[in-house]
């Protein structure tokens, strides 16, 4: 599969700095294989292509497309390990959070030991222990 | 917290990863999978390493990701980088089989990566089976101060979409009695 987005991207590449006709070529080209390519990358993409072809129609647009849609070897690989997005809930728990609440936390001795101590030390896990409401989230 | 954390990123040469567990997320949220969040924040900074990539091609085309892959190619990670800062929220809300893996798992790293630290929250009950894995876990009770409560009733009070119920007298009682009340619990 990764082979395979290599191609894509190695004909993108060429697209761009090939003759007028052939250039016309490959547009047509990444119209037929393009949606088929995508598909076989996800489900997900697969939906943004279509999308993405329904609404430009323009094959101009395509290197532009290519570098959106399919993403480089690095970019894959992240997105294959996990669907989990902690980012999106840690941006709502900032926007939920009170400035200055919990802050005492981080100046704890517990705290400062595991933040601070040295590799290998005996505080190397800390286990922030309380009942339901007790503001543990708001710490984050 | 994590704030923190990340701005002693540039100062102190860490990384940080997070993860925040839901009830409402039982299915998705597997061992594997927190593992693999962990995994994709480690490497968004500095790009994947090429041993990583290979291992991913590897195992990935074969028969998808599993627990051990994702754990080894977790350890290289760390292996790779600095002093690494994993944090999990609400430990107690995991399935019981997927907090028993990912407890093992990080068990497992931590034991070869004295680079890493993990903090977690999350209700006293799974205080022992932390324990169970973490002989030497440091446990922290966690409550409110009287300040916290202050500025939480504030803010609420602020945001009340009935503010011509309220008035003077009536705020201050709020704001005296309830912190009172809930640090004497």
Same mark, same amino acid.
């Given at each position: 599969?990764?082979?395979?987005?290599?191609?894509? &991207?190695?004909?993108?590449?060429?697209?761009?700095?090939?003759?007028?006709?052939?250039?016309?070529?490959?547009?047509?080209?990444?119209?037929?294989?393009?949606?088929?390519?995508?598909?076989?990358?996800?489900?997900?993409?697969?939906?943004?292509?279509?999308?993405?072809?329904?609404?430009? *129609?323009?094959?101009?647009?395509?290197?532009?497309?290519?570098?959106?849609?399919?993403?480089?070897?690095?970019?894959?690989?992240?997105?294959?390990?996990?669907?989990?997005?902690?980012?999106?809930?840690?941006?709502?728990?900032?926007?939920?959070?009170?400035?200055?609440?919990?802050?005492?936390?981080?100046?704890?001795?517990?705290?400062? &030991?595991?933040?601070?101590?040295?590799?290998?030390?005996?505080?190397?896990?800390?286990?922030?222990?309380?009942?339901?409401?007790? *503001? &543990?989230?708001?710490?984050? | 917290?994590?704030?923190?954390?990340?701005?002693?990123?540039?100062?102190?040469?860490?990384?940080?990863?997070?993860?925040?567990?839901?009830?409402?997320?039982?299915?998705?949220? /597997?061992?594997?999978?927190?593992?693999?969040?962990?995994?994709?924040?480690?490497?968004?900074?500095?790009?994947?390493?090429?041993?990583?990539?290979?291992?991913?091609?590897?195992?990935?085309?074969?028969?998808?990701?599993?627990?051990?892959?994702?754990?080894?190619?977790?350890?290289?990670?760390?292996?790779?980088?600095?002093?690494?800062?994993?944090?999990?929220?609400?430990?107690?809300?995991?399935?019981?089989? /997927?907090?028993?893996?990912?407890?093992?798992?990080?068990?497992?790293?931590?034991?070869?990566?004295?680079?890493?630290?993990?903090?977690?929250?999350?209700?006293?009950?799974?205080?022992?089976?932390?324990?169970?894995?973490?002989?030497?876990?440091?446990?922290?009770?966690?409550?409110?101060?009287?300040?916290?409560?202050?500025?939480?009733?504030?803010?609420?009070?602020?945001?009340?979409?009935?503010?011509?119920?309220?008035?003077?007298?009536?705020?201050?009682?709020?704001?005296?009695?309830?912190?009172?009340?809930?640090?004497?619990?």
């Amino acid at each position: 599969m990764i082979k395979c987005l290599r191609n894509v &991207k190695a004909l993108s590449h060429l697209r761009s700095s090939c003759p007028l006709d052939l250039h016309k070529h490959l547009d047509t080209t990444f119209l037929i294989i393009l949606p088929a390519l995508v598909q076989s990358v996800s489900k997900n993409m697969a939906q943004k292509s279509s999308r993405n072809l329904t609404i430009t *129609g323009d094959t101009g647009c395509f290197n532009n497309f290519i570098n959106t849609v399919i993403p480089d070897e690095d970019n894959l690989i992240r997105e294959s390990l996990s669907s989990l997005k902690p980012h999106e809930r840690h941006q709502n728990v900032r926007a939920e959070r009170l400035d200055g609440v919990g802050d005492w936390f981080l100046e704890t001795s517990e705290f400062r &030991k595991w933040n601070e101590g040295e590799d290998g030390s005996l505080e190397q896990v800390l286990f922030c222990s309380g009942g339901p409401g007790m *503001g &543990k989230t708001f710490m984050w | 917290m994590i704030d923190n954390l990340c701005d002693q990123v540039e100062e102190k040469d860490l990384a940080v990863a997070w993860l925040y567990c839901d009830f409402l997320a039982h299915k998705e949220q /597997s061992a594997t999978a927190m593992l693999g969040a962990i995994l994709r924040q480690l490497v968004s900074v500095r790009g994947v390493p090429e041993n990583i990539q290979q291992r991913f091609r590897k195992r990935f085309s074969d028969r998808g990701l599993r627990l051990p892959d994702m754990v080894g190619m977790l350890k290289t990670a760390i292996s790779l980088l600095p002093t690494v800062y994993i944090c999990i929220d609400a430990l107690d809300e995991l399935a019981p089989k /997927s907090q028993q893996e990912l407890l093992w798992s990080l068990w497992d790293i931590v034991r070869e990566s004295p680079n890493t630290r993990v903090l977690f929250t999350g209700r006293s009950h799974v205080a022992d089976e932390v324990k169970k894995y973490f002989v030497e876990a440091i446990i922290v009770p966690v409550s409110p101060t009287e300040d916290d409560i202050r500025v939480y009733l504030d803010a609420m009070l602020d945001r009340d979409t009935e503010p011509d119920a309220m008035d003077n007298n009536l705020r201050r009682d709020i704001m005296r009695i309830i912190p009172e009340t809930i640090s004497e619990v």
